[in-house]
C-alpha cells in the first residue's frame, strides 16, 4: 500500500515562488526505488509532464515550459520529493499531482501512464 501525499500549493502572484513538497509512505516503498514525477494538469485539459528525477536520483527532466524555472528534488532520509518553482508564470496555474513510476526499465516518464501511484493533488494559482 503506497500513499503520496502533496502540499505547498496555494495562491501567489505572478514572479512569486512556491515550493510543493510529495510525502510518500507504505510498508515496502521508498522513492529510491522508482522515479518520480510530477505533473499538473488545468481544466479541460489533459495531464501535463512537469518534471521527473529518476529512480537513482542522478537524472532529472523538465517541460521546456518549465526548464530554467523548477526544480526538482528528493531527499531519501525522509521520503519525499520536491519541486522549487519560480518566476511563477499564470499559465502555470493548474493543479500539481506526484506520481511514482511502475519500477520498470526503459519507462518513458514524460508519460503518466508510465506512474502506478498519484497523489490527492495540490492547488497552485498565480495571479497576474
Known amino acids: 500500500q503506497v500513499q503520496l501525499v502533496e502540499s505547498g500549493g496555494g495562491l501567489v502572484q505572478a514572479g512569486g515562488s512556491l515550493r510543493l513538497s510529495c510525502q510518500a509512505s507504505?510498508?515496502?516503498?521508498?522513492?529510491?526505488?522508482?522515479?518520480m514525477g510530477w505533473f499538473r494538469q488545468a481544466p479541460g485539459k489533459e495531464r501535463e509532464f512537469v518534471s521527473a528525477i529518476t529512480r537513482s536520483g542522478r537524472g532529472t527532466d523538465y517541460a521546456d515550459s518549465v526548464k530554467g524555472r523548477f526544480t526538482i528534488s528528493r531527499d531519501t532520509a525522509k521520503n519525499t520529493v520536491y519541486l522549487q518553482m519560480i518566476s511563477l508564470k499564470p499559465e502555470d496555474t493548474a493543479v500539481y499531482y506526484c506520481?511514482?513510476?511502475?519500477?520498470?526499465?526503459?519507462?518513458?516518464?514524460?508519460?503518466?501512464?508510465?506512474?502506478?501511484?498519484w497523489g490527492q493533488g495540490t492547488q497552485v494559482t498565480v495571479s497576474s
Open positions: 507504505g510498508r515496502t516503498f521508498s522513492i529510491s526505488t522508482r522515479a
Open positions: 506520481g511514482a513510476d511502475q519500477g520498470l526499465f526503459g519507462n518513458e516518464l514524460r508519460y503518466a501512464s508510465s506512474y502506478d501511484y
